[in-house]
């Protein structure tokens, strides 16, 4: 194939005020024209800092050690901006994870599409915004005379992608380099955008460079992939015999931490510990830490890039006599069957309206409809999880469940008590009955405080405990979601991100709640941590016997945890049962899409995906009849008039469709 762009022995520093520190060593990887070439690795491997050197855009602190590029056979050392100044938006775009940071948030969309054709095709600015429609228009944006006219935060999400995606296009590159897109996403907006870039490259015959930690992703859109771990490359080959047959054993640890389809399975086989900090890397190779096949050699250097068959190569030691075809089995589980007593949770005809434009009566009595009429009880010692597309009111239900949202109308009962009845001192009891963990937990820790302070002061506020018991009691619950008791005194940035997410957890359990509300407690997570936090969770159900509304969009990690789930879509219920009926045989439409939108590497290229087209609709002006059937491929004229009833078949599964 031929090459588009070959990068040989990189090695970058990072200069600190102490020390000059490795953050890439002999990095080489090539994309050929055409070629889809994938980067994987969790945060921290060096899959963006390599990105960033091939596009010139490396930060101040970083050093280039040594190593070239070679683009189009042009020789460009990564030490020297000049070269790609040329190259960079003209010949070679890229596309980042979050356009909210990547787009000017001053100027409409569209002027900065049509300010790169301006710049780097010489077209004028008249003929760059005619252009600019057109790519929007092409790249799947509705109105796209309107949409260019908008700026970025009046935007969904998928849309925002969508314009990145537009702008990167823009000028026609040869190679296109996408860092993360759809990371934060929707599974149906990410299959949207997944489509969209293989249709773009097959169309254009770019190559793109595509940067992920999912494997599923992989499968999905790679040809060949590279594993990079600690600044290394691992195991590198086609996408698909490495997904198959991983030879590294990191590679299969990455594979391990997907749930699997099996939703009898027991707890994920995740990678223990994190990738290390480069200030602190160790001897050897630097995955031993964490590899359950290391042995005292493999600390002792570190182990060359061996050829191992065939356009293949690995960096391991032991990659002769390992055997990593299979995936890790796990134990079975049983689920519970449910209470027999009533209830811990019960919501009925549950509906939250908001004016519009703030206020009482909001701009021209306008609402947005975040919850229309939501029905679920939620039994002690069971996980229920939430799922779908955002807007779909998740977290509105569950700030709603917690008194942090006004209800517009229907009944919330806890414990057997309608909340609305409950006077002021039966609500501050409450709340330590009822805990939160939210999605970003270093927006939700403060930033001032030590881990013993953040943990503590509930325990002291409601008079769990006093003096050194409250101590006592931190390091406990430190240790109940595996940190240890030296992490007290640190503060939050001390911390990796799953790390932090544990610190949340641990606040939330330190007043002994019976219920908690996790809100997309994993979705930001890389795979081998978010495993991690999933089994913690698992765990401290079945321990302490809590009581869970588990939000998340991502259906994978909801069929492994959860026991019935509530499929929501603009508001309303769309599906809802015992997760094994749900998403062993779905009914209703739109969550056979959710669940298609799922990336699986051992399912890739055998599965009918079926890609919704736009976005939902707004809230504030929901089609009448089946808010879905906008979308909805089976869709006929009574959807678009009726709003359908539930129906509830003998398995307790209940859908909103009466074509199922």
Sequence with gaps: MDSLLTVDGLSVSIHTAAARLPALSDVGFHVGRGEVVALVGESG?????????VMGLLPEVAEVDGGTIRFEGETLHPAVANPFRAIRGARAAMIFQEPMTSLNPVLPVGEQIAETMVRHRGMSW????????????????????RRMRQYVHQLSGGM???????????CRPALLVADEPTTALDVTIQAQILELIGDLQRETGMGVLLITHDLGVVAEMADRAYVMYAGRIVEHGPARALIDRPMMPYTRGLLDSLPQADTSTGPLTAIPGTVPDIRR????????????HAEDACTQAVPALESAAPDRAVRCRRWRELNLDERAVTDAIVRPVGAQE??????RGLSVHFPVGGGWIGRGGEVVRAVEDVSVDIARGEIVGLVGESGSGKTTIGRCLLGLVERTAGTI??????????????????????????????????????????????????GLASGSAVKDRVVQLLETVGLQARHAGLRPHAFSGGQRQRIAIARALAVEPDFIVADEAVSALDVSIRAQITNLLRDLRERLGLTMLFIAHDLSVVRHLCDRVVVLYCGRVMEAGPVDTVFGDPRHPYT?????????????????????KGDAPSPIAPPPGCVFHTRCPQAQDRCRDEVPPMQTDRTGRSHACPYA
Excluded: W, Y
């Excluded at 009845?421 to 939700?444: C, G, I, T, Y």
């Design 413 to 462: 009962e806890f414990d057997g008590r309608d909340l609305a009845s409950l006077n002021r001192s039966e609500r501050k009891a409450l709340k330590r009955r009822m805990q939160v963990v939210f999605q970003d937990p270093f927006a939700s820790l403060n930033p001032m405080l030590t881990v013993a302070r953040i943990i503590g002061e509930p325990i002291a506020h409601h």
């Design 45 to 53: 491997s060096g899959k963006t800092l390599s990105a960033l050197a």
């Design 281 to 292: 890397l160790p001897e050897g190779c630097a995955f031993a830490p964490r590899c359950r």
């Design 592 to 612: 056979r899409a959710l669940l298609s939108a799922v990336p699986e590497p051992e399912a890739a290229g055998e599965r009918s995906r079926i890609v919704l």
């Design 160 to 170: 925002r992608q969508r314009v990145m995606i537009a702008g990167a296009m823009s």
């Design 126 to 145: 008249g003929d760059a915004r005619g252009e600019a429609v057109r790519l929007l228009e092409h790249v799947g944006i509705p109105e796209a005379g």
């Design 342 to 347: 009533g209830p811990l949770v019960s919501v």
